[in-house]
Every structure is written in C-alpha cells, then in structure tokens.
C-alpha cells in the first residue's frame, strides 16, 4: 500500500530551528507537497520539491531524496505565528495526492 | 471575495436531516475537490470535479451527495447521516487536474458535527 510517515507532534522553541521529516512509501512519484495549517484554518501551500535537493524559501526550506523517500521541512529563527499543523503529501504516478496525517508544531517562547 | 470560501463554516445536524456544504472559489480553477479531515489522520479525498464533470468517487457512501452546477461552485448534500461522519470538510480547487505541481487551494473548511 501506499502510505506517508510524518511525527505526530513537535515542539520547539521561539527564536530556534526545527525540522519536520516526511517518509513516503508511493506507486510512483511526481512530486512532494507541504502545506501548513493553523487551526482552523485553511491549508496553505508552502513547498513543492520534484528533484533531488534543497528549495529555499525564506526561513522555510524543504529537502528532497528520491531515492530514500525522505523529505524534510526546515523552518528556521521560529516564531509563534509557525505553531501550526504540516501536511506532506506525494503525487503518485497516476497524480492522486497520498496524504500524511500531519506534524503539530508546538512553538514555546 | 478571493480565494476559496465555504459556507456554513459550523454545522450541527441530527442524523434524519438533509443539509448542504457550499463551496465558491474565485480563482478562474478547472478542479474542485471535496476532502474530508478527522483528527490525526490523513486528508481523505472524496470527490473530485474536472471542468464540472466527477472524475473521482473514492467509494464515499451514498449519503455524501456532490454537485458542480458551474467551474466556480461545489455542494455536498448531505443525509441520514452518522455520528463518525463527524469532521471538517474541506473543499480545495487547482488549476486543474492531472499534472504534476497540481497547487491545492483550500478553503477553511465546515465543521460538521452530527448528533
């Protein structure tokens, strides 16, 4: 089956770094999602990677390895407005988005 | 308004009731999808809409209704439903479907409790 592994919850402190990891297990690959969302919100968008490699974003990266199925979120110089939950989630070969349940980011001054 | 907006954004219904989700995006978007979000699991998609027509139904039962009259609206109808349908109910739109940086952008969702 197809499945994504993220940690159920993180907390890190305000001002510090923190990186968020993504395993994914998928039929095929076109590409891996992020997606931030505070509470009662919307998702919004954050990042796609489809090659290998670091994409840099402001205090927000994201890393890609194809080959291990691994991706991780970095988020730097924290601050509170980051308490939020992340989404990963891959595109499979027939563009069908596979889901992770999410990582809650707790931010503590 | 931009973005994607959903109505009503709480919602509590008995299980012998009839009620409807209303999604409006105004981004020009040819797909609209509904998902559904529970408490520490994964995004479950539901339906999907390409260019009005239902190109997805991931065996959803048949109390979860869809409806895409035009490319900038959604419904889901709902009846006789059950207490586990209780959830957030997400609806999102892109540019369109089947391609790869397929951006997502959602709405803030309706919170369905059922009684």
């Known amino acids: 089956g197809q499945n994504i592994d993220q940690p159920t919850e993180m907390t890190a402190t305000e001002g510090a770094i923190v990186q968020i990891n993504c395993t994914y297990q998928?039929?095929?690959?076109?590409?891996l999602f992020w997606y931030q969302q505070h509470a009662g919100e919307a998702p919004t968008f954050l990042s796609y990677?489809?090659l290998d490699g670091l994409e840099e974003k402001g205090r927000f990266s994201s890393f890609l390895s194809r080959s291990k199925g691994y991706s991780y979120l970095l988020l730097k110089e924290l601050q509170m407005k980051d308490s939020a939950s992340y989404l990963c989630?891959?595109?499979?070969?027939?563009?069908?988005?596979?889901w992770g349940a999410g990582t809650k980011l707790i931010i503590k001054p | 308004e931009t973005g994607v907006t959903q109505t009503p954004r709480h919602l509590v219904m008995g299980m012998t009731n009839k009620k409807s989700l209303k999604c409006e995006q105004h981004?020009?978007?040819?797909?609209m999808y509904w998902y559904k979000q529970s408490a520490k699991k994964p995004l479950e998609l539901m339906f999907v809409?390409?260019?009005?027509?239902?190109?997805e139904n991931n065996s959803v039962p048949s109390r979860f209704s869809p409806e895409c009259p035009n490319s900038s609206h959604l419904f889901l109808h709902l009846h006789t439903l059950q207490p586990e349908d209780s959830a957030l109910y997400l609806c999102?739109?892109?540019?369109?479907?089947?391609?790869?940086?397929?951006?997502?952008?959602f709405g803030a969702g309706s919170r369905l409790t059922v009684l």
């Open positions: 999102a739109s892109s540019q369109e479907k089947g391609t790869g940086a397929n951006v997502l952008t």
């Open positions: 998928t039929s095929g690959f076109n590409g």
């Open positions: 989630a891959v595109m499979d070969s027939n563009y069908q988005l596979i």
């Open positions: 990677n489809v």
């Open positions: 809409y390409s260019l009005e027509e239902r190109v």
């Open positions: 981004l020009g978007h040819n797909a």
